[in-house]
């Protein structure tokens, strides 16, 4: 089965950027879109950004303007770029199917202070 790895995440100050990326086990199969999702301590796990197997992109009104999400259609690495930062912001990211199809991974912690 499919599993992922989210790295790229750690400190980032207030307003500043980091970029996060999403390695899968193997390809995506066709028609599968990705997502990135974010869970805040005491909050549920939210779709944040989504990308179509033809490129069509998503994002909750939360993150519109300040998250990019991207992927490679040669390999099997998805990318989300986050600018801007929110201390709201402090989460764990994931990445998976958009209605989380797939085997959720270990996510990537994400810390948004000065």
């Known amino acids: 089965q499919v599993h992922f790895v989210e790295s790229g995440g750690g400190l980032v100050q207030p307003g500043g950027s980091l970029r996060l990326t999403c390695a899968a086990s193997?390809?995506?199969?066709?028609?599968?879109?990705m997502g990135w999702y974010r869970q805040a301590p005491g909050k549920q796990r939210e779709l944040v950004a989504s990308?179509?197997?033809?490129?069509?992109?998503e994002y909750v009104d939360s993150v519109k303007g300040r998250f990019t999400i991207t992927r490679n259609v040669n390999n099997n690495t998805f990318c989300l770029r986050m600018d801007r930062q929110k201390p709201e912001n402090t989460a764990v990211y994931y990445c998976?199917?958009?209605?989380?199809?797939?085997?959720w991974g270990q996510g990537n912690q994400i810390t948004v202070t000065s």
């Open positions: 998976n199917h958009p209605e989380g199809v797939f085997t």
């Open positions: 193997g390809p995506i199969p066709a028609g599968y879109a």
């Open positions: 990308i179509s197997r033809l490129g069509r992109i």
